[in-house]
């Protein structure tokens, strides 16, 4: 298993070389569609700046059991100006 950095891509030379050989033929349509990897550039075109970076996979939990957790804080204030003293802090395990 190779990690990627949040945001970037992987480290290792042979595994980005492998990924983005992988995407060039998904965008192809090259491969079974389950393997299909896409990853996508925000270029500047006036400086040639890279200004981001996406992966998408086309397929998850077709080999195995796929599943995404994310904890959530969602916090509600009022604004002592409405004179509506509120406030409340719910901390929320959603599936992705």
């Known amino acids: 298993m ?3 950095r949040p945001g970037g891509l992987p ?9 983005l050989a992988l995407s060039e033929r998904s965008f192809a349509g090259d491969g ?6 896409y990853t996508l550039l925000l270029e500047d075109t006036a400086s040639g700046a890279i200004d981001g970076i996406a992966s998408v996979r086309a ?18 204030y009022s604004s ?6 509120f406030e409340q ?5 959603t599936v992705c």
């Not at 480290?11 to 990924?19: G, I, S």
């Not at 077709?62 to 959530?72: I, L």
């Open 11 to 19: 480290e290792d030379r042979a595994v980005l070389t492998e990924r």
């Open 89 to 93: 802090a719910d901390r929320m395990l």
């Open 80 to 85: 002592p100006f409405l004179r509506l003293p």
């Open 2 to 4: 190779h990690f990627v």
């Open 32 to 37: 079974a569609p389950s393997e299909a990897w």
């Open 59 to 76: 397929a998850v939990g077709v080999r195995r059991p796929h599943f995404s957790f994310r904890v959530v804080t969602l916090a509600l």
